[in-house]
Each structure stands twice: as structure tokens, then as C-alpha cells.
């Protein structure tokens, strides 16, 4: 959130009423931000961001340099979204709608949304250690974007330094799994009670063949190790 940059009319209004940046990360399974891009207008919905972004023309051209799919799998290395992302054959999202218990569909979107709550973590706790992305930040969107990538660099220098990474992170900062199971229980969130960051809209969008064939792949894949580890 930010403040109405003048003579900008409703460009950086957004969808839950008020003006803001956006902040586009790819977070790594450490909690540390990978790619962020920061200031497009808060108008603009989580896929149009990504549209424009750097990250999508290195994916598109096959530029990002990622893995070719394992030995023996046609499971390509994929990305992690949420809904209001377009799925493509290396970006994977949840299936729409809602679906019955055990169903293979449910299994999936559950696997996914497990693998992603290190996103909503990272988030969280650059949120809860940053204060002021509790409340709107009272400057113009220049700066506020500078002031956001700087938080950005420190919370990753914080979690990479072995002299700082305890103490500001220190064990329960995450949530957990016990038993195989997730447990929203880290510490960041009782104390992020309120912040200015807010997801944004997403905008649906017609999927290619081919990137859901690959989801379906996965599902399956997903759905048959599950049974047979439960055999």
C-alpha cells in the first residue's frame, strides 16, 4: 500500500480500494526471494504483472537455464502458482473449483498448496520482521519500491548469514509438518496481525494443450505415489 501518486488518477488503485505497488517474487524452498519485480501499478492484476515481467520472457525463450525432465518421467521442472496465474507447461496452478475427497484433482491441488505456503511464509516473515509493510507506506511509488527491494536484499542476507540466520529466523519463525502433516503454526503469524501487503486479483485465462496435459501427468503422478505409499 502507498500513498495516491499525484496526477496518476486511478492507475495504482486497485481491486480492494486502495493504491498500491506490486511486488512479483519467485521465492526458493529456504524462504529467501529469488526474482521480484516491484512497482507496476496496483491496477494491474498477479498475471498481467507477469506478463510483462523479465521472468516470463526467460521461461517463454527457454532462457532460465532450468533441468530437462528426470529419466523416465515426462514431469518437466515447473514453477508453483496460484489461481491467479495462467497455467503453462512449466508454471503449474491448482485446478479449478471444488472436488471431492481422495479424488485425484483434490490430492493434487492439496500437494500444491502445501509446497506453497513457504511462499506465503516468506512473505510473512518479511512482513512481520519489516514494519512497515504493516500499514500504507507514506511515500511516493518510487521510492517506496526502493524501499521495498532493500527489505528484500536484507531479509536474504538475514536467512543466508550463519552469524544471522538463528536470530532472525529463529526455529518456529515457519510453519511446520508433523506426521506428514502441516502445521500453521509459526510464529510470524502471531504477529502479523494486519499488514499492508494483499494478494491481488487474478484474471481468468484459457490454458494450452499442452501445459494441461502436463498438469494432469503430475496429478497422476501425485495421485499413484500417494496410493502406493499408503499400500
Known sequence: ????????????FNYKGHFSIVLLALVDSDYCFMFVDIGCPGR????????????????ETNAI????????TNLPYVFLA????????NIMKPFPGHHAVDTP???????????????????????SKFRIFKTCIPLDEVK???????????HNFLRRSNTSRNLYTPDGTADSYVNGELV??????????????????????????????TRVNFMNHIFER????QA
Open 105 to 127: 484433482e483434490r490430492v493434487f491441488n492439496q500437494e500444491l498448496s502445501r509446497s506453497r505456503v513457504v511462499v506465503e511464509n516468506a512473505f510473512g516473515i518479511l512482513s
Open 82 to 89: 496460484d489461481s491467479a496465474f495462467a497455467l503453462a507447461t
Open 1 to 12: 500500500m502507498i500513498l495516491p501518486p499525484p496526477f496518476t488518477g486511478s492507475e495504482y
Open 226 to 229: 500417494r496410493n502406493n505409499s
Open 144 to 154: 517506496a519500491a526502493k524501499i521495498t527491494m532493500t527489505c528484500i536484499l536484507l
Open 184 to 213: 500453521r503454526g509459526g510464529s510470524w503469524r502471531s504477529t502479523d496481525r494486519g499488514t499492508g501487503i494483499t494478494p491481488l486479483n487474478g484474471v481468468p485465462r484459457r490454458s494450452t494443450e499442452n501445459a494441461l496435459e
Open 65 to 72: 537455464n532450468l533441468p530437462p525432465p528426470k529419466r523416465n
Open 44 to 59: 494491474i492484476s498477479d498475471g498481467g504483472v507477469y506478463n510483462q515481467s523479465i521472468l516470463r520472457q526467460k521461461i
